[in-house]
Every structure is written in C-alpha cells, then in structure tokens.
C-alpha cells in the first residue's frame, strides 16, 4: 500500500468486523484476522498507550495507521472499520466500510457525491490514516494519498461529511511528493489535537506537513532532512531518503509527547527520524543494521507500530526485509539512548521463502494478559505470512488463507482490535490480489480467524476495488 497501512503504518489497530455478507458480495480485502471471546481490553488509564486504540482508551482515542483502521465511534455505540485503497484502472480512493448496524458498504472517494472537492489527477501508492474522536464525541477520519502530478492530498471526514484539500498547494510544500510515508496525532498538554503526515519528495528529502485539527487538515510544511541533526553528532551525512518504513506518534506515561518517522537510506541503511518536546527538536540516527549483522542492507519496508507497555516503558518497532528476503525487527525498548537493539526474524517458512513485501504492524493483549506484536509481509509464494513476537522476542511465523483465485501482490495495511463489550480481539492483515478470472481487476480479500466459526480461519472475498 500500499495503504496502507494503519496502514499504520504504520502503528496500527483494529476492530472486530463480524463476518461478511456472503462471499462475492463484499469487496476482495484480504484481512487476516485472528479473534479470541476469552481475550481482555487493555488498560484504560490515560496514557496507557502511545498509540492508544480508540475503543479501549477513552481519554486519548486516537490512532495511525497505513491504509487499514478500526474504531469505537461513541456517539452510535458501534464499531466501525475503514480500510482505504487506490483503485490501478482510474487512480480513484476506494473505502471499504464496516459498522455494526449497517454491514459492509464501497465508497468512491472520488465522487462529489461522497467526498467534496476531490481531486482531478489519479492517485496512488501508500496511504497514511488516522482516526480519532473529538471533543463532541465525532468519529474523525483523516487519509493522505498522493497524485501522479506529485502533490500530496488529504482527504478527511468532519461534521459536514467527507471532503478534499490539496496540501501541496500550501506555503512551504515540497516540489513533488514521491511517496507517503506514514501518519500520527496526539494530544497536547493543553488540549489541542495535533496531526502529522510524513512524505519523501523527489529529491530523497524526508518532509512533515503537521497542524491542529481544528482548522481541518495540516496547515505546515519541513523539511526534515534539513532541519534533522545527525547523532551523534557528525557521525554521518544523511543520504537522499529511496524509501518510508512508517511512522508514529504519541504519548508517554510521563506525558512526554514523542515522533518517530523511519525510512530507508540510498546506502541501504535504516534512518530514524524521532522529535520530542522535551528537546524540542529533530535527530536523525543511522540505526546501523550491518553492525549486527554484516552485510546486510535494509531492502523493503514491514511497517512502524509503538505501544508503552505494562512496566511504563515506551516500545517502538519497525520491521523492515532484508536484501535476502529475511525480516529484521529494529526495536526500542524504553531504556534510553542505548535502549534500540536490532533482531533478526528470520524467513517466513521452514522451506526458504523469502519476505518479498511487507503489510503491516500492530499489536494487542492476549488473553493471558501478554502484550504481543504481530508482522505481516507477502512471501515470494504470494501467501501472506505473520510473525507474532512476545516483548522478550520470542517470535515465531505463519502463513495465513488464500481466498480461491485472489493472488495477493501488495499491502493494505495490519491493524487490531478488542471489543468493549466483551473483551474479544481481532487481528486483521489487508493485501489487494489479483484475480484468476481478469486481468484488470483488482480485489481486497478477508482473512478471519474467529473462535465462533468452523472452521477457524475463513478466507472471504469482498469484491472488486
């Protein structure tokens, strides 16, 4: 995701989504989905998380995602899932949509009829999302995507209903936007709802375009590469930037307010962007993967997720392949300046296949109450695999369903879910897929794994983009 996310993602979440109306009346996402009734709702003391999900966390509620998010909207009482991709026939942004009281519908974004003022040029390749509840009670919908004419576009849902802005004709924009990188928000000390997008221009440049979310979407642009100091400092020159990884944003337990945006170096390396409000200030840090493991260079992109988990610590991850086709998990453990480490995850499968594009990241509690966190990534087979971790990385992978026909090929994004009501999560890996039958369309497929059907894991085909 291309999307995509979650899309975060991407930090990503999720919700739980049912069953779809009958196979080839939804739409072909390919989420795969694992559900537990026996699962617990995280903590709900504020700050508990640095991507808090909506549902669970009333007092942040709010989340990023690449392509793919769920959420609790609390004026209706219903959960809701919303996973956005660029249709390849006409660059249109297609929404799939989940509510509990209405099923799963398709919106063309495109239309004036869903979306004031969209835009004239086709768009395409990731998508950042974010999702958040105002102050009355408003489920809040923010996507960026980019066009083939290099601007960047929002598209975002507000009490009048869906509508466009070009961020690229704003002051200070960069020139042209090759690719979104990921998006995040969080609260500021004194009340006002901040929201961040992250783009790399045609240069190799890394760029934010931020702002409040009361004047409707992000009004600023930087240039980070620019305004980033290497650390330590003059330990490098940052290269022009080839790739995003993701990004997140958020909020300690000791109300430290922090950004983290990845992405990969035309040397092969991993760079980490990362800004709190303590310094003020923007570093930049080659996170050295050869170090570790000789040799190795950082060759695509799984996604970004972070979380403070049980002991107060801040956890920020992002997965990337390396040019072997092996996953690498670069982490962060919440002990400071010498708290990132490099883990090697290893090949998809016990037969050699190698991660050739990564979906997504997230994470949520099992119902012994263990904080997890999950990777997805397309192999060279075409089947999407997971890799569920523990915080001490004890990892392990799996391949997920293939609807019938549907060959997935790229990524919609990775998000989680835990129901309010009773406790029961859901975990959901979204890829678009080639169909056997055409040679044009193009469909989003559904993994679900539920305790409640038989079998277990269902893999449902929800339509055509």
Known sequence: MHLGAHVYDTDSLIPLGGSCIPAGSCAHLHFETRQSSSDVPYSTRPFDDVNPEPWLVPQLTARSAMGAMAAMDYSSGNQAFYTFATRPVDGHLKLNFYSASAGWTWLDENSPAVSANPPSVALGGRVAQISFLDNGGVLRQYVFVGGTNGHLYADFYSTTGWRWTDQSSLTGAPAFVREVVGAGTYI????????????????????????????????????????????????????????????????????????????????????????????????????????????????????????????????????????????????????????????????????????????????????????????????????????????????????????????????????????????SQGLYTMTTATVAWSNVERDLQLDLWSSSASPSWQALDQGSL
């Open 188 to 423: 500021e000390s004194g009340g006002a709802r901040d929201l961040f997008v992250y783009v790399i221009d045609s240069v190799g440049a890394l760029w934010q375009n931020s702002g409040y979310s009361s004047t409707g979407a992000p009004q600023n642009w930087a240039n980070l590469s620019t305004l980033a100091t290497p650390y330590p400092l003059g330990a490098f020159s940052l290269p022009s930037l080839s790739a995003g990884v993701g990004a997140t944003a958020g909020v300690t337990t000791t109300g430290t307010h922090a950004l983290y945006a990845f992405a990969r170096g035309s040397d092969g390396h991993l760079y980490l962007f990362v800004w709190s409000d303590q310094s003020g200030t923007w570093l930049v840090i080659d996170e050295h993967i050869e170090t570790q493991f000789p040799g190795v260079t950082i060759g695509g992109r799984v996604g970004v997720d972070s979380f403070v988990d049980d002991n107060s610590l801040l956890r920020v991850y992002a997965f990337v392949i390396g040019t072997l086709g092996r996953v690498y998990d670069n982490y962060y453990d919440g002990t400071g300046v010498t708290g990132w480490h490099w883990s090697d995850q290893g090949l998809p499968n016990a037969q050699g296949i190698s991660a050739s594009v990564g979906v997504g990241v997230t994470h949520f509690r099992q119902s012994g109450g263990a904080l997890d966190v999950y990777a997805a990534a397309i192999g060279t087979d075409n089947i999407v695999y997971l890799n569920a971790q523990d915080l001490n990385q004890n990892a392990s992978w799996g391949a997920t369903p293939v609807y019938p026909g549907l060959t997935p090929y790229t990524d919609v994004g990775t998000t989680a879910f835990v129901s309010p009501s009773n406790g």
